[in-house]
């Protein structure tokens, strides 16, 4: 028997042994300290409501980018509110 | 369904502490998610299709899965951008088609990912005692399965940015490969033109066995993509949804389509198809044939961290699947809780480890990934029906959508005739598993429909804050 293999092996067993412990003990600690209706307190998920952005809808945005673009470059519409 | 009445169901009340799973992913952590447990499959598993049909067999059966689950990553992106909740097809199913398709939907996923970690933790065993015979596998398969349960019971964040670094790596072990064995020089290392050519005894590498062999192919094709599917689980946690997943989803199947493909020339172009269809490590093997010890030792690290990044994986969608499932008392409500600290399903997590290394060693390994795959089959043959629901309930415009997939209702109409086909191929090699299967799956919904759902308070099942569904 390879002896360094051996020793490996059991270094993997102390490893076992500890993530083990570690979550037991942790579990534990938590069901302890925490009332359960708290635990299982949590409801499902809200989707955000910003993007919403469908195919079709790309085209429409885009001509829409396309009309607003030649004010924005020109300057003009800023001088006039500067005025 | 989304009643009114669910609609109507408040939120958590400003004055009521809630506890809930923290939003702390972006896509990258999807994409790590997705291709972590699905690339072990590149590594083994995919070349059983050579021995099936042959090398054109096995790269029909790849890209004809690649369409496949291009359909099902279109499908779950719509779909999950819209159902941001833990349980990703689980909750899909249960907001849209209704609480029987849900329970069994939620079933196909934890047997999938249960399952294919056990197998991934064993060959995590196998290949310790492939470096030295004097390893006992057995301390390196809990030790894996623990270190993974640890990662995932601290921190989503932690457990998928550790998946993001060891799946970059087991990828790129395949790119290197390709350079490696140097493809740009046909005939050096790559024996492509030899390996395809007609045996001196008539046999045709390319297909031995004809159309018969490629229709057979496509039972293992899905490994090049089995558990892509699984970014839906982490809905509940993206930072943004409607970004994360549907961008994490599809540059994953990417990704996934690149590597099947490179996967596929290098396995063909080093190794003779009798050999690679019996190979175990088929990448392995490749890098074996090269000559060259470098590409050896790099591929037998991105064998070992493919099938580490994959149970990763696999732990934390299971995990999410039992914890939404417990959370609507489908399973009993213990199994919702969160943790105070980590905000993790700590006891879905929990209680899947002795579960998952129990079938892992109930001695019939090969049962075990069988009934994985058709597990996840069965969950592509529902998801077209999901999704046809999904459009004729919330059409375009009536709910937020973070993607919206083209061609409706083609990839749905694809997917569901490409899911037949493959019923077929299975049905030829694994009659057996596929009616014992659906025979497990029918008895469990019969106690659900009879006993469980019978305690489900239904009042708390839908909390999506959705209008009335067309028609109703």
């Not at chain 2, 046809?388 to 919206?404: E, K």
């Amino acid at each position: 028997m390879d002896t360094a293999a051996e020793v490996l092996n059991w270094v993997a067993w102390a490893g076992v042994a500890f993530l083990a412990l570690y979550l037991i003990v942790d579990a534990a600690r938590v069901e302890s300290t925490y009332d359960n209706d708290l635990l299982v307190s949590s409801v499902e998920g809200e989707i955000e409501k910003e993007i919403l952005i469908h195919p079709e809808t790309i085209s429409a945005m885009e001509e829409e980018i396309a009309e607003e673009t030649p004010s924005v470059d020109t300057g003009a519409d800023n001088m006039k509110e500067v005025e | 369904m989304a009643t009114s009445e669910a609609a109507a169901t408040p939120q958590a009340a400003p004055t009521v502490r809630r506890l809930s799973l923290l939003r702390v992913l972006g896509p990258m952590h999807v994409w790590a998610l997705g291709v972590g447990i699905v690339l072990v499959g590149e590594f083994m598993g995919w070349n059983f299709t050579v021995a099936k049909g042959g090398v054109f067999g096995a790269l029909v059966a790849c890209w004809f899965a690649g369409i496949l689950y291009s359909c099902v990553a279109m499908i779950d992106s719509e779909v999950s951008s819209t159902v941001a909740s833990a349980g990703g097809q689980y909750a899909q199913m249960k907001h849209i088609v209704g609480p029987l398709a849900a329970f069994v939907m939620g079933l196909f996923l934890i047997f999938e990912y249960c399952m294919l970690a056990s197998a991934d933790a064993i060959v995590i065993g196998a290949i310790m005692a492939e470096l030295n015979a004097n390893f006992s596998p057995l301390p390196w398969v809990i030790l894996s399965l623990l270190f993974l349960t640890w990662l995932n019971y601290r921190g989503v964040h932690l457990s998928l940015t550790f998946n993001f670094v060891i799946t970059a790596i087991a990828f790129m072990t395949i790119i290197i490969l390709l350079f490696g064995g140097e493809f740009w020089n046909p005939g050096k290392i790559f024996q492509t033109s030899e390996l395809f050519a007609v045996q001196p005894d008539g046999v045709d590498p390319k297909a031995p066995y004809g159309w018969l062999g490629f229709l057979a192919a496509l039972q293992f094709g899905i490994w090049y993509y089995l558990g892509i599917e699984g970014t839906c689980q982490t809905a509940e946690e993206c930072r943004s949804v409607p970004r994360a997943l549907p961008i994490g989803t599809m540059s994953g199947l990417i990704t996934l389509l690149i590597a099947a493909t490179i996967t596929w020339f290098v396995g063909t172009s080093l190794v003779d198809w009798v050999t690679l269809g019996e190979s175990a490590f088929p990448l392995y093997d490749a890098a074996l044939n090269t000559g060259r010890q470098w590409l050896v030792v790099i591929l037998f690290i991105g064998t070992f961290l493919s099938c580490l990044a994959s149970a990763n994986g696999c732990i934390n969608d299971a995990s999410r699947a039992w914890f939404a499932m417990g959370r609507d008392q489908f399973v009993p409500r213990f199994f919702g809780g969160v943790h105070p600290r980590y905000r993790t399903p700590y006891r879905a997590i929990l209680f899947l480890v002795p579960i998952t290394l129990g079938f892992g060693y109930t001695g019939l390994l090969d049962q075990v990934i069988t009934f994985s795959i058709i597990s996840g089959l069965l969950m592509y043959a529902i998801m077209p029906i999901n999704m046809i629901r999904f459009r004729r309930l919330y059409p375009m415009g009536s709910i937020p959508r973070g993607y919206v997939h083209p061609f409706h209702p083609a990839p749905s109409i694809v997917l569901l005739l490409f899911c037949i086909g493959t019923f077929i191929a299975i049905y030829f090699g694994y009659w057996k598993n596929l009616i014992a299967a659906m025979a497990f799956y029918i008895l469990v919904s019969v106690w659900f429909i009879f006993r469980r759902y019978k305690i489900v308070d239904r009042s708390k099942l839908y909390t999506m804050p959705w209008p009335r569904p067309k028609g109703y």
